[in-house]
Every structure is written in C-alpha cells, then in structure tokens.
C-alpha cells in the first residue's frame, strides 16, 4: 500500500461534487422540525409522569387514610348558613369574578389571533 | 473546530440552541455526501441520504459521549444509513473466488495500481471500482479519498484496525483480480 496513485486519481474523478444549492437550508429545516418533535414528546412524557405520580400519591393517601386510621371519609361538614347580607355580598363577588374571568379569556383569544396574524 | 470546542457546542444544541447545528453541517456537510456519493451513484439519491444522516445524528445527539471525534461517530451515522439504502436494493455484482484472491502477491498489486498516468488501467479501475461492494466502496473512498487513520476508519466501521488492514490489503487485491480479468477478457 505504497501510493496507490491510480486508485487515488480514481477515487476522485468518481466524487459526487458538490451540494446542491440550498441543502443547508433543507437540512437545518428537517432538524427545527424534528427539535420540535423531540420537545413535544419530551413535554407529554413528562406530563404523563407527573400525572401518574399525582394519582399514585393521592391514591396512596386515601388508602392510608382508610386503612390506619380512625378517620372516616363520610364526615358530615356542618351546615353553613348565610344571612340574607352576605348572599347579597356572595353573589355579587361572584358577578365580578366571572366578568373579570370572561375578560380575561377575551384578551387572550385576541392576543392569539393577533400573533397568528402577524405570523 | 477543536474536540473541546465541539463538545461545547454540542452541550449548547442539547440546551435548546438548535441553530447551531448548522455549524457542523457547514464543516462537515461535503465531506459526508463525499462518502455517501462514493457508496451510492446517484446524485439525488446521496444528497438525500446525507440529509437523513444529519438529521439522525441531530436526534441522536444526547448519546455522543465524545469518547471520539464528533466527526468518526458522524461518519459511522452516514455509513451505516448508506449502507442500510444499499441492501435495500438488491443489486447483483460479480464474485471473485477467495483462492485467486490469496495468490495475488502484494509487489504485484502496488506496481499495478501506482500506474496513474495508464490510461487503459485508470479505464479499468474505474470499472472495477464500480463493481465492488457497497462496504469496499466505503472503505476505499474514506481511505484514499477522506484521509482516514486506520484507527479512525476502526471506530467508524467498528472493526478492528487489523481487521480493517485485512479488508483493505484484500479490496486492494481483489480491484487487481478485477483489473486483469478485463485485461484477460478483452483478449
């Protein structure tokens, strides 16, 4: 395997050339795509175990709950009565607080449609 | 780009920064279709196949430990996905028995394929190159054409480097066999 002068010369006269004009572009944009794959289904795994871990926990606590100690479930909460006032009070903080949440998901439905149009 | 430079890089792709892939597929980019060109002719075919072995290396990138150059295990990436395209087209070559192979004595072959200024032999050879092997192509072309170490070239074929001085004194041989058959032939 001293040169090899022919098989070099050879080797070279078979060489594909060069890229075609955009590949990096090409490329670059097949590797945003599967970033984005990669990111999703790292963020619905992750959701998946916390969701799980969530449920193990609180089913571990119920089953410990039931299993030792005296505590029962099936208390009854006493009764909560309201004066005729503080329903007034009650319905009207109610009032308020779902037109500030109905205002609230206004503002976010067209912030959206504004940066998708702006896309 | 220096090993520790590299391996910064690829720490900052893992960490959301994704552009900065691009700078591997500047550097590395023509070389790869290089070698995917040597082992699959077609032009289209090869730059799409390079394309994928980026992309693979992209989504694989959590696994390079750099105990190697980023370039050997990217080259190992595009070997193998040229490969894999290859056995998916069957394609029928001829076969030189091992016995004519084992004759050829090495003086013969060195003699023979250091004559680049022999138009008939160049003719030859590019013929009998044609007619190898998807992994021989490989070899040859990361060799000849790459400058590959055989040290190198072991970790991205993951053969031994005497294995791999094996192959090569026996690819080497067998464009000889190849070479004087045409010859034998054409008489």
């Known amino acids: 395997m001293k040169q090899d ?25 097949a590797v945003y795509v599967s970033a984005e794959k990669k990111n999703k289904r790292s963020s619905v795994l992750s959701l998946g175990l916390v969701s799980l871990v969530s449920l193990l926990i609180i089913g571990g606590a119920v089953y410990l709950i039931n299993a030792y100690t005296s505590f029962s479930l099936s208390l009854t909460f006493p009764q909560i009565q309201f004066s005729k006032e503080s329903r007034n009070i009650l319905f009207f903080s109610s009032y308020i607080a779902a037109l500030v949440l109905v205002l609230l998901g206004f503002d976010t439905f067209f912030r959206r449609l504004k940066h998708n149009k702006e896309k | ?49 390079t394309q994928d072995a980026f992309v693979k290396a992209f989504c694989k990138l959590s696994s390079f430990k750099g105990d190697c150059k980023f370039s050997t295990w990217l080259y190992r990436i595009a070997y193998n996905t040229a490969i894999s395209a290859t056995r998916k087209k069957k394609i029928i070559l001829p076969v030189i028995d091992e016995s004519i192979i084992e004759k050829v004595a090495d003086e013969a072959v060195d003699s023979l394929l250091d004559q680049h200024e022999n138009e008939e032999v160049m003719v030859k050879l590019e013929g009998a190159v044609n007619c190898l092997v998807a992994e021989d192509k490989a070899l040859i072309a990361l060799f000849y054409n790459e400058g590959k170490s055989l040290n ?36």
């Open chain 2, 1 to 49: 780009m220096e090993h520790q430079e590299e391996m910064k890089t690829i720490n900052r792709i893992r960490d959301g920064e994704t552009a900065l892939f691009s700078l591997f597929l500047e550097q590395y980019g023509s070389q790869v279709h290089s070698m995917i060109g040597h082992i699959i002719p077609c032009k289209e075919d090869a730059e799409e196949l």
């Open chain 2, 152 to 187: 190198e070239l072991s970790e991205i074929l993951q053969l031994s480097v005497s294995n791999v001085k094996v192959k090569l004194h026996r690819v080497r041989k067998k464009l000889y066999v190849m070479i004087k058959e045409y010859k034998n032939e054409a008489r």
């Open chain 1, 5 to 29: 002068k022919a098989l070099k010369k050879t080797l070279t006269k078979v060489d594909p050339g060069g890229l075609s004009y955009g590949f990096d572009q090409r490329v670059m944009n």
